[in-house]
């Protein structure tokens, strides 16, 4: 192994040497002699092909010093051997010196060579892993030059290092705009798109995630969904992967989350529908059935929710579930299934207040249905609904007690008096089971 001291001797002589700045200072030939050149450039290939850097590197020199136009793979081993002193050593100014190095073998490559797309590409990765801040538009130039000259052909993490970079730069750099953001991200979609729809593409799966990126990085920053044109440009690259994978559950789902408020509520109804129908859960019931019920679809509402919450596991959405599916039985007027349902609410969140305060309802509104509308028979079925409400108080939210409340002032003025209560022969606050389809045994109570 080669002394590192000696390179790093060497390092200074090396540095003296770049003061050419024409065509005329990049000769092809060691002192004009093809037949001494062929040799010395396969000598320091041999050590470069094995990563034998430090054995290789004063080869290399007499190349790069003597015959730098003679091969353009002289600048790409100059490039990998100083990345690689660069990135195994911890001194800090020896660092920076073989960055400095580094640089200028780029720039010796582009006086002698002229532009190549990897070399440029190289560049621009390398400014904007060691360069400053100041040197983030020369990257981004280069990366557009390497762009241009690859064509259809662009290196996939060459497209999305430079989008990302236009995304960085947008209100730091004047001359990145959201037009021209907009505009590229067309141009590089049309060759991802290109190269994705090519058969046998070696490169096929980094085209893919490539797509992905820059098409999130897109709607992330230029997604306004108040903005029409914006949400057109939205559907179009969404839309475009739900044609593609039309009965993929990740695609449906990323599609669905992307175009919310963008997409029609055609569109949105018939991705939900599907993303419930592969994945039922809490969420895409909740969303789905509220279209439904703002339809007054109320049965598939009540279809949806059901099969929801059969399959739901976590407890307090399976009670919520249960709650909506009893509120939608009590729009029907079938108390009784109502208040099963509001009870398996109740055995899946004791706390759901709400849930008596349904009960409290439907036993209040049983007058006619346990009496004839007025009078002692219908009055009573208030008994059980107080209990009710007063569990609501007891456990329910601030919103929940409010109501819970107000009905108990409301229908406090329903219940019998206690002359009516004595002349029943009852005793105020003794047990009483109402019958009817309630069924509940309760207190006796007197407004």
């Not at 040197?135 to 030059?145: C, F």
């Not at 709400?354 to 509308?373: E, F, M, Q, R, V």
Request: charge should be positive; include cysteine; glycine fraction near 4%.
């Amino acid at each position: 192994m080669r002394n590192w001291n000696k390179i790093i001797l060497t390092f200074g002589l090396f540095l003296a040497t770049w003061g050419w700045a024409s065509a005329q200072n990049c000769p092809r030939y060691i002192a004009g002699d093809s037949l001494k050149t062929t040799p010395a450039y396969s000598i320091y290939r041999e050590f470069f092909k094995k990563n034998l850097y430090s054995e290789g590197y004063d080869q290399w020199k007499n190349m790069f010093n003597n015959a730098p136009a003679f091969r353009n793979q002289t600048f790409i081993d100059g490039v990998a051997m100083y990345t690689h002193f660069i990135q195994n050593t911890t001194d800090a100014t020896l660092r920076q010196n073989y960055i400095d190095t580094l640089f200028q073998v780029y720039k010796k490559q582009e006086e002698c060579i002229g532009d190549n797309e990897y070399m440029l590409g190289k560049k621009a990765i390398d400014l904007l892993k060691y360069g400053k801040n100041a040197d983030i538009p020369e990257a981004r130039v280069a990366l557009e030059k390497t762009l241009k000259l690859s064509g259809d052909k662009a290196f996939p993490y060459y497209i999305q290092t430079y989008f990302k970079l236009l995304i960085n730069q947008l209100g730091k750099d004047a001359a990145v705009t959201e037009d021209l953001v907009k505009a590229k991200y067309d141009e590089l979609t049309a060759v991802v798109d290109k190269n994705i729809a090519q058969p046998g593409n070696k490169q096929l799966q980094a085209y893919k995630e490539v797509k992905t990126l820059i098409d999130d990085l897109f709607t992330q920053n230029f997604a306004d969904k108040s903005d029409p044109a914006d949400c057109a440009k939205l559907m179009e690259i969404y839309m475009k992967k739900y044609q593609q994978n039309p009965n993929d559950l990740e695609t449906i789902r990323t599609v669905y989350t992307k175009t919310r408020g963008c997409a029609d509520s055609v569109t949105n109804v018939e991705l939900l529908k599907k993303l419930n129908a592969m994945d039922p859960n809490y969420s895409y019931a909740i969303r789905l059935g509220s279209i439904y019920m703002k339809n007054k679809l109320f049965d598939s509402a009540y279809v949806l929710y059901e099969n929801a919450a059969a399959k739901e596991a976590d407890s307090s959405k399976r009670a919520d579930l249960y709650y909506i599916l009893a509120s939608l039985k009590a729009d029907k007027n079938d108390f009784s299934a109502s208040r099963d349902l509001a009870k398996q609410a109740l055995v899946y969140n004791p706390s759901l207040g709400k849930a008596h305060l349904l009960i409290g309802t439907l036993y209040a509104g049983s007058g006619k249905l346990c009496g004839p509308g007025t009078g002692f028979k219908s009055q009573i079925v208030l008994w059980p609904a107080f209990d009710e409400f007063r569990k609501a108080i007891e456990v329910g939210n601030d919103e929940t007690k409010q109501e819970a409340q107000k009905m108990i002032d409301t229908y406090t003025q329903y219940l019998p008096t206690k002359a009516e209560i004595a002349a029943k022969k009852l005793k105020i606050g003794a047990p009483y089971t109402i019958d009817c389809w309630i069924n509940e045994t309760t207190t006796v109570k007197a407004r």
